[in-house]
């Protein structure tokens, strides 16, 4: 009865004994194992030698070494180098771009030498680059500076554009009118229901932008009035939230001095807007 089992660990590349092509020998009690990588054995049942079996060892022997070093070039050739990703590639990973540009107003209409302030959104909050470049097509009609303010130039048309600087190169644009001016006296009188030459009672008189209708002081807004804009206009100097009327919108309320002391906006529908007191 076979004590006994010869084998050979096919491990190939990873295994000295396998490399080798060495019999191992093991008590059949023994787990059928390599003892050097506990990989598979292939049984092999050793036949006693011919008369010719240093040459048939030789040749084995050539045999299953080149088979073994062919199987290991084999196992290892289709394997990749792996290299540590480039920083560049890395960063360009975490990069949140931006995925839109857009401006509160897509048209304007302004009277030569005013302004008009674009306001500017960018999305996604936390994207990684929010600079951008402000252009106009005819800077000689508007012209527009790096924080969106556009001043009117002459009579004309142009658009002004805001175009991100990261890759995504996001663009928004704003059509520009620009009407020509008519010419407003220093001291404006009132017309119609004036109490005096120096413009105290009530009347109409031109204003910033628009018309102004209700009660004077020496020629400017006083009191409880009205003014409906005809161009694109900043209500009140003093709002620290630097609210713009269109034209075709109106204030109602009171004024002191020529200045908003409290209104109400309404849009050139007629459609409440908001309530102002700067």
Do not use: H
């Not at 009188?189 to 209700?214: A, E, F, I, L, R």
């Amino acid at each position: 009865m076979e004590t006994k089992r010869n084998g050979k660990c096919i491990n190939f590349g990873n295994c000295a004994k396998a490399d080798r092509q060495e019999i191992i020998e093991l008590d059949i009690t023994e787990d059928f194992l390599c003892p050097e990588c506990n990989g598979d054995l292939e049984e092999t049942i050793i036949k006693p030698a011919g008369p010719n079996k240093l040459l048939i060892g030789i040749i084995a022997a050539v045999v299953v070494f080149g088979g073994g070093i062919g199987a290991y070039f084999a196992m290892n050739s289709g394997k990749k180098e792996i290299k540590p990703e480039k920083i560049e590639d890395v960063q360009a990973q975490q990069m949140i771009l931006v995925s839109s540009l857009s401006l509160n107003k897509t048209s304007l209409d302004i009277t030569e030498k005013g302004t008009a302030q674009l306001t500017l959104g960018i999305q996604p909050d936390d994207a990684t680059n929010k600079s951008v470049e402000w252009s106009s097509s005819d800077a000689s009609v508007a012209t527009v500076d790096e924080k969106g303010m556009v001043t009117a130039v002459k009579e004309g048309a142009a658009v002004v554009s805001v175009q991100a600087t990261d890759e995504s190169n996001q663009k928004a644009s704003c059509s520009v009118t620009v009407n020509k001016g008519g010419k407003v006296s220093e001291r404006p009188q009132p017309q119609g229901g004036g109490n005096d030459t120096t413009g105290t009672g009530s009347g109409t008189v031109k204003v910033p932008g628009g018309t102004y209708k209700g009660e004077l002081k020496n020629g400017k807004p006083d009191g409880s009035g009205t003014i409906t804009y005809s161009a694109y206009t900043r209500i009140s100097a003093k709002d620290l939230k630097e609210r713009y009327a269109n034209a075709g919108d109106y204030v109602t309320g009171q004024f002191r001095n020529g200045e908003v002391v409290q209104v109400k906006w309404y849009n050139a529908d007629g459609s409440f807007n908001q309530t102002i007191m700067p």
